[in-house]
């Protein structure tokens, strides 16, 4: 640990050690020379420095100082413009609490973002930073390539209940924080309030439980025969993720990722009851075509009004659907209650890598990211900060404020739940063959979900340290 | 004699018979033919004019083969909001590097194989043919590996040289350069030329038909690439097209004009390089399989 | 020095680069990846050796045999349809009509195309419901429509036409060379004989194309165990494990189920299943001498 401290303090003292010294204007090269013969005697000095001495110091060092160093930071595309949202938050960072720290954003394809990872690691050469998923962080976790953030936490005094619950929940594994939430991606469900008025049902109520989901869509199929309107009721992708098809009725059957022996819970009695669930929507209320998509038509057919009831999606549908299909009369819809009242507590994040060099510097970046830069990100991308101190502005913001769809859906932030565990993506990947066993009838669901639940049990649970429900 | 008329007689009554049959059996040749061309054809003429649809006219049944109000919007949203030139650029040096690479070491090495004397050459030739059965999925792993190791993930030539490293240009070039009288170099070396001016002037210019025809071979390869630019580069700016359409398709799910529209860019220069060198191309297929 | 010593040394400096290349990016990373088989390593943390058990845990995976069915079948499917489509366009492009040569360039056409814009066109090709332009075409002339990818009977075969189709053009230029090597005298000899022109192509022209086909047939069998990119961006592998093919099994253990060890020892199966299904085809369809 002791050297874990030493390594994140010496870029203030590097910094230090260069203001005292006339050795304005080297390059990044001599910069790290200069560091390399010196750091014996510099890490000496720093354990005499009360810790009150270094914080004055770090504020004048960010005063305008010649030493430039570059952070590497990978983020997700979220739209086709990433970079049109990062370079003004960039340049406000360096304006307002950095000057000398130059961020590279390298845009990592989501698809790829494990194997790059991964990749990165295994040649040892990490970004700095990076936009890492709930999914992905217990997993690099436990393997020891993030950077444990307690220090920088407790150095900066960060209020760590100023995150909402699920956020919260998503920052910490084994006792120690490892991520600053900075994108709240919750997701809620939308109605197409139009075809709820033409097949006879009340456009302000929306299904509160997994029955009144049953009767609503029903009567949307019998507004649809009736020739009413031409919707279906639900929507399936036969080829779609667990994330999206199988969470929210999953979690809300009561169902937990693992036992509390350590297996996995697909095939629990929850597990059981989400798959008869997600029959009944595929067989009942969705176009049959659904079943061979991979779902990247789903939400343009919500915006096309193919169907009238879509559960589970981002908020960034919001802004989609405003944008191509504009005219719309739709709403998120209230959370559904089984057992419990659940719906999928996306979350994106900021980590340090291990690996990282400039660990000082990624800290104030990921701070900025998590905190004053916050709100613009969120803003910009169309989701939601996972701060009530952001929130607070979020909801007066002019954009969002004169926006009530985004205002009805911050009422189900509450229920964004997070899941974690060591090979989490991995559980996901066995789980949606089973999907597509049960859903086109290969396998009854029980026998797709022992087999998927035997594979995990096998394969994923016990080959990471701690892996345990959280 | 009168075999020799039997003969012509039953020449001359297939000849007839062959021109009645001619006009039903070319009938026939043209009908398969035409079905064969219109089923290759048909993807690429939906992918262009869904490249030309507003969203909200994609999904109008029966299907619209030639967009009522086709639009540029797709193309001005690709070259406007995307780095497209720079993919285009990007996959355009991977494409001229490879074949550059491939063509120059392997016909180095194929005029070696093919033409000079050393011990233990065919052990190499043979070893380095092997090369050919190696499924690409064995070397990802380790090549990433590899070139990051090299601090060349995220470049040009980290893309190139492992896409360059396979033996086919060399077995090319060596099929086709066996195939060149001995008598002509060895006149050349006799007039004392060194090794490397005989194989500069005079066999490379000579392989100028294996040199097109192995060109683009490989550089159609490479414009493709898909797996190793996906696996080794990570940084925007270095995508290649094959890479910006897949992250399209995956990434800003159900723009697919946009889609299309970017997969009509990446096919279009594909398709020139093509019919520029289409006698090219077919004798290359044809020296690497046949001759063999 | 000697000059035949000299002449050796010259014919090492040509082969150089080009052998140094092949060691670099080929021959040292296959031996790496031999090595990696042995040991269980996520990437990310220390490898631990564990000998031959990631081999023999392949006995018992069954998503490894499934993928393997997969890929059999894919291969089963492709392979003589492929080669069919080629000598069928190669024997009517060669009938010397006028413009035939058109007909050679547009069915080569997909050839030239990358597997990416493929898949992407053909997946807007099979969806669902009307959307689909299969879909479409079958309603315009009648007939019901289908869901092509969400059905374990049609996706594996719907990915196997995207590979007969985009393929097919190549091997005709194959056969083409094989057909214009064999002389006309021959053929029109046999038809002298008497023989109808199906039989002349059967007992004539078919023998001497026999090499033709070998060699077609290995080469469709080494891409058809290959098949990647269409699985990566159309399928997933699904809809369960239908199109689960080896080298869609192999990237997502590596990378996404970061079981590298692993993952090497099937792409060492799978290497040794093309080296033995190209030895076993060779030898079947040796030329008769």
């Given amino acids: 640990m002791s050297s874990e401290r030493g390594n994140g303090r010496q870029t203030i003292t590097r910094r230090r050690l260069l203001k005292g010294s006339a050795i304005a204007g080297l390059g990044v090269v001599g910069l790290a020379a200069i560091a390399g013969c010196g750091e014996t005697q510099i890490v000496e000095v720093i354990k005499e420095v009360p810790v009150e001495v270094i914080k004055i110091e770090t504020v004048i060092v960010e005063k305008p100082a010649v030493q430039k160093v570059t952070i590497l930071d990978w983020v997700h595309p979220l739209s086709a413009e990433d970079m049109a949202v990062f370079q003004p938050l960039i340049d406000r960072f360096n304006r307002d609490v950095n000057p000398n720290i130059e961020i590279r954003i390298d845009i990592v394809p989501w698809s790829n973002r494990i194997q790059k990872t991964m990749g990165a690691v295994a040649a040892g050469a990490p970004p700095d930073t990076a936009y890492v998923n709930v999914d992905e962080f217990t997993t690099y976790v436990v393997q020891d390539v993030l950077e444990p ?59 509160t439980t997994w ?31 667990p994330v999206s098809y199988w969470n929210p009725y999953f979690y809300q059957a009561g169902g937990s990722l693992l036992t509390e022996d350590g ?14 669930k997600i029959l009944e929507v595929v067989e009942n209320f969705s176009d049959p075509a659904g079943k061979g998509s991979n779902g990247n038509d789903t939400r343009s057919g919500f915006g096309q009004e193919r169907f009238a009831y879509h559960i589970n999606d981002e908020l960034s549908l919001i802004r989609l659907i405003e944008k191509d299909y504009a005219g719309i009369n739709f709403d998120v819809a209230e959370t559904m209650t089984g057992k419990v009242k659940w719906t999928h507590g996306g979350l994106g994040c900021k980590c340090i890598f291990a690996g990282s060099k400039l660990k000082d510097a990624t800290w104030e970046w990921i701070q900025f990211m998590a905190g004053e830069g916050n709100l613009e990100y969120n803003i910009a991308f169309g989701f ?10 979020y909801v007066i913001d002019p954009d969002v404020a004169a926006n009530p769809v985004k205002i009805r859906a911050l009422k189900e932030a509450e229920f964004g739940r997070v899941e974690k565990a060591p090979g989490l993506w991995d559980m996901w ?42 | 004699m009168a075999e ?13 018979q062959r021109r009645v049959r001619f006009g039903a059996r070319a009938a026939a040749v043209y009908l398969v033919l035409i079905l064969m061309g219109i089923t290759s054809l048909l993807p690429f003429f939906w992918m262009l004019s869904t490249s030309f649809k507003e969203t909200e006219t994609l999904f109008e049944y029966p299907p619209q083969f030639i967009p009522a109000e086709p639009t540029l919007a797709n193309y001005a949203f690709l070259f406007n909001r995307t780095n497209i030139l720079r993919y285009t650029l990007n996959t355009a040096i991977v494409t001229l590097g490879t074949a550059a690479t491939v063509i120059i070491f392997g016909s180095m090495a194929g005029y070696a194989f093919a033409k000079l004397k050393f011990p233990g050459r065919n052990y190499i030739f043979f070893g380095l043919l092997g090369g050919l059965m190696v499924p690409f999925e064995v070397l990802i792993i380790p090549l990433f590996v590899l070139i990051v190791r090299m601090n060349m993930a995220n470049t040009l030539q980290g893309i190139i040289f492992p896409m360059a490293a396979g033996p086919f240009g060399i077995f090319v070039m060596r099929q086709y350069l066996l195939s060149i009288p001995d008598e002509l170099l060895d006149a050349a070396r006799v007039d004392g030329a060194k090794e490397f001016t005989v194989f500069w002037r005079i066999v490379m210019p000579m392989s100028k038909p294996a040199i097109a025809a192995l060109g683009t071979l490989i550089a159609i390869g490479a414009w493709n690439s898909f797996i190793w630019p996906l696996v080794v580069t990570s940084r925007e700016e270095m995508r290649v097209l094959t890479l910006a359409i897949s992250i399209l398709q995956l990434e800003y799910r159900g723009l697919y004009g946009t889609m299309m529209a970017a997969a009509t860019v990446a096919f279009v220069p594909a398709l020139i390089i093509f019919l520029l060198f289409q006698r090219y191309f077919v004798q290359g297929i044809a020296l690497s399989g046949i001759k063999g | 020095m000697r000059r035949s010593q000299r002449r050796a040394l010259t014919g090492y400096l040509f082969v150089l680069p080009a052998v140094l ?20 390593w996520t990437g990310m943390s220390e490898a631990t050796f564990v000998g031959l058990s990631n081999y023999s845990r392949l006995l018992t995976d069954r998503v490894f045999w499934l993928s393997m069915k997969a890929t059999a079948v894919y291969a089963v499917m492709v392979i003589p349809a492929t080669t069919a489509a080629a000598l069928l366009a190669a024997i009517f492009v060669n009938q010397g009509l006028r413009g035939t040569n058109v007909f050679r360039s547009l069915i080569f056409i997909p050839v030239i195309t990358s597997s990416v814009v493929i898949a992407v066109v053909w997946n807007f090709i099979y969806q669902g419901g009307e959307v689909g332009l299969l879909n479409a075409i079958l309603r315009l002339v009648g007939l019901p429509g289908h869901i092509w990818m969400g059905d374990m009977l049609t996706a594996l075969p719907a990915i196997a036409v995207i590979g007969v189709w985009s393929r097919f053009g190549w091997f005709s230029v194959l056969f083409l060379a094989g057909l214009q090597d064999i002389p006309v005298e021959q053929r029109e000899a046999a038809e002298i004989d ?65 079981r590298m060890g692993y993952a090497s020892a099937m792409s060492y199966v799978l290497f040794g299943s093309i080296m033995i299904i190209t030895f076993i085809q060779l030898r079947i369809l040796r030329p008769a001498t």
């Fill in chain 1, 429 to 470: 990947d066995v789980l949606k063959p089973a999907m597509q066993a049960f859903v086109i009838g290969e396998k009854t669901p029980k026998e797709a979900l022992d087999e998927a639940a035997d594979k995990i049990d096998k394969d994923i649970v016990g080959r990471y340290r701690g892996a345990t429900t959280g």
């Fill in chain 1, 263 to 276: 297996k996995s819970g697909y095939n629990s009695e929850a597990g059981l009851a989400a798959a008869d």
């Fill in chain 1, 384 to 393: 939601v900060p996972p701060r009530k101190s952001n929130i607070a502005k």
């Fill in chain 2, 4 to 16: 020799i008329t039997q003969a012509v007689r039953i020449r001359d009554r297939s000849w007839v």
């Fill in chain 3, 194 to 258: 008497g023989a109808s022109e199906w039989q002349a192509f059967w007992h004539v022209t078919l023998p001497l194309l026999r090499p033709t086909i070998a060699l077609v047939m290995v080469l469709a069998a080494i891409q058809s165990f290959q098949v990647f990119d269409v699985v990566f961006i159309m399928t997933e592998g699904g809809p369960y494990y239908s199109t689960h093919v080896l080298g869609y099994y192999i990237w997502t253990e590596a990378f996404r189920g970061l």
């Fill in chain 1, 211 to 241: 029955k009144e989901h049953t009767e609503m869509l029903t009567a949307i199929m019998a507004g649809k025969e009736s020739g009413a309107h031409d919707a279906y009721g639900g929507v399936y992708a036969g080829l779609g993720g």
């Fill in chain 1, 149 to 207: 953030l307690d220090e920088f936490v407790k150095k900066d005094n960060v209020d760590l209940d100023d995150w909402l619950p699920g956020p919260r929940s998503g920052m910490d594994w084994e006792g120690k924080i490892y991520e600053l939430p900075h994108l709240f991606a919750f997701r809620v469900a939308y109605y197409n309030k139009t075809i709820w008025e033409k097949s006879g049902l009340d456009p302000a109520k929306s299904p």
């Fill in chain 3, 21 to 40: 290349l092949f060691l670099m990016f080929l021959a040292i990373p296959l031996l790496y990846s031999a090595g990696i088989s042995l040991f269980r």
